[in-house]
């Protein structure tokens, strides 16, 4: 046995040192350390569907979706799965080209970006809660919280969605899922001020299970901006764009197609939303603080694999599933200022097999809650701060040099011009995680499409905020399973 493995040990060293001689013609790998081949008329054709697209799920095909789920109360599977859909499904087709697709997009990720940084600044700076919020106020108006508001042109920065039911009887809305916060909500009659969803707005005067929220249940108290009004929680949430949803908070039945339901989950019954979502009814948290679904539903794990944007597929939303075998994993650690984000630990990024320059420090949060990296699903670019972009970018450019460079595009500033090409060979892009693994990102994952003429353009961008981001157009294609009892991410490429 030990023999056996001693040899296979020295074919496989013999195999590797020779490969690139006598594999290099029939592999013909896509992907290897230093280079990858990105499929460019595949990337181009997906630009041009994806405006084609028709708003596919106005007439929900979900067969019962009216139906009660036969469970007994708070009954739910060991592991279930849910469908998961791309924002473009909700949106298809109301954009004139794929240039303006990609800027209203880009623009909807720079306010979602702003709104973590803003919380997490809150977080650090340590303001209490309790001076951010006007107790016993008649009525609530959302400069009443402490969230800075700016413009609101954003159309929401959600961009990946799954259909649960809400209330007895169970009614199916279109959620959007997010990692970078905690709070469930949706809209409800009546509203104040209800922006375009396709269902139906939820009524909980028509729902036996809906209960509001006292003030002092700890569901109320951990809000990040909660008020009381006639011993009844309010909640808001704010994003940093100038877009929020306030309501009361209250417990309902959630309940996740044939694999059951929860009772008392706590959610935000929003009659005043204003901006954000349009499409869905609002919103699942996947953060890590305890009013997120996943921490009030003792997941012990949860898993989901972006499709790319661009496509019609869908994929799954996974609660408590096994890890894929083969995946790249991390360590994940909390900020011990804000438990909602998931930092992950990164030694450093490579480029065509080159480690970068980066000093590791900056991928590390310090004593006071600054810097590290998280992995987020609801920021679409990476965002490195400016010194590891520049080293990146810098080397990344050094290593394309064949290729014709053009003018940059929003946050963008290397791109390129593919439209005489099919396919290229471009430098692999590659995470370095504490433990010495490493994740090699398909080269659709970090040079993509920012129109339908072939410019194409690196899909980082710098940020002069501490806090790092790894955002979804680099996790897509792939199963990002986030392991919450063994504090571990992973990453699984072509596990959609
Ligand atoms: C406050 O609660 C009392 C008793 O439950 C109720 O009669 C009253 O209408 C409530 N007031 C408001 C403003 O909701
Ligand atoms: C890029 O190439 C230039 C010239 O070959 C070299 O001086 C520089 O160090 C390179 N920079 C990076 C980041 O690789
Ligand atoms: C890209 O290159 C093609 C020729 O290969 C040229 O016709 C086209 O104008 C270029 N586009 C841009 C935006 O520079």
Redesign the pocket.
């Given at each position: 046995m030990a023999d056996k493995f001693f040899i296979f040990c020295i074919f496989a060293a013999f195999a590797l040192s020779l490969s690139p001689f006598v594999f290099s013609r029939e592999l013909s790998l896509d992907t290897d350390s230093h280079s990858s081949v990105l499929d460019v008329s595949g990337s181009i054709r997906k630009t041009l569907d994806v405006l084609s697209l028709k708003s596919s799920v106005s007439k929900p095909s979900d067969q019962g979706d009216e139906k009660t789920t036969s469970f007994s109360p708070s009954s739910l599977a060991s592991s279930f799965s849910l469908e998961l859909h791309p924002r473009e499904l909700l949106h298809g087709g109301s954009h004139k080209d794929y240039r303006a697709l990609m800027l209203s997009r880009l623009a909807r990720d720079s306010a979602r970006v702003k709104a973590i940084n803003t919380k997490l600044q809150f977080a650090v700076t340590g303001t209490d809660k309790s001076d951010l919020v006007p107790m016993d106020t008649?009525m609530l108006h959302p400069q009443d919280f402490s969230t800075p508001v700016t413009s609101g042109t954003s159309q929401g920065s959600g961009e990946y969605f799954l259909r649960v039911g809400i209330g007895r009887p169970s009614k199916m809305f279109y959620m959007v899922i997010d990692t970078g916060s905690d709070v469930n909500w949706l809209q409800c009659k009546p509203c104040d001020d209800c922006y375009q969803q396709v269902d139906p707005i939820f009524d909980p005067a028509a729902s036996s299970s809906f209960s509001r929220l006292g003030c002092q249940t700890p569901q109320c108290r951990n809000l990040d901006a909660f008020a009381c009004?006639?011993?009844?929680c309010l909640y808001q949430v704010s994003y940093g764009d100038g877009s929020y949803t306030v309501g009361d908070f209250a417990t309902e039945t959630v309940s996740f197609g044939n694999s059951g339901s929860v009772d008392n989950v706590a959610i935000g019954c929003g009659h005043d939303n204003e901006g954000l979502f349009v499409g869905a009814a609002g919103l699942i948290g996947l953060g890590g603080g305890p009013l997120s679904l996943t921490s009030q539903i003792k997941a012990s794990s949860f898993s989901y694999c972006l499709v790319n944007r661009d496509s019609v597929d869908s994929s799954t939303l996974e609660f408590n599933s096994a890890r894929p075998s083969d995946a790249v994993t991390a360590p994940i650690f909390k900020n011990s200022k804000v438990d909602t984000f998931y930092y992950v630990g990164i030694t450093g990024m490579s480029v065509g097999g080159e480690k970068l320059a980066i000093p590791p420090s900056i991928f590390e949060v310090d004593g006071s809650g600054k810097g590290g990296i998280i992995v987020d699903c609801g920021t679409a670019v990476t965002r490195l701060q400016t010194q590891a972009y520049n080293a990146l970018r810098d080397t990344f450019v050094n290593l394309t040099k064949d290729l014709p460079s053009t003018s940059g595009f929003a946050l963008f500033d290397t791109c390129y011009n593919l439209s005489s090409r099919t396919s290229v060979r471009v430098p692999t892009v590659a995470f370095l995680f504490d433990g010495g693994k490493s994740l090699a990102l398909p080269p659709s994952n970090y040079l993509i499409p920012v129109d339908s003429a072939g410019t194409f353009c690196l899909a980082f961008a710098p940020t002069t905020a501490s806090l790092s981001i790894i955002g979804n157009v680099q996790q897509q294609g792939t199963r990002v399973t986030y392991d919450l009892a063994n504090s571990q991410v992973s990453f699984s490429s072509h596990k959609c």
């Open positions: 008649e009004r006639n011993d009844s």
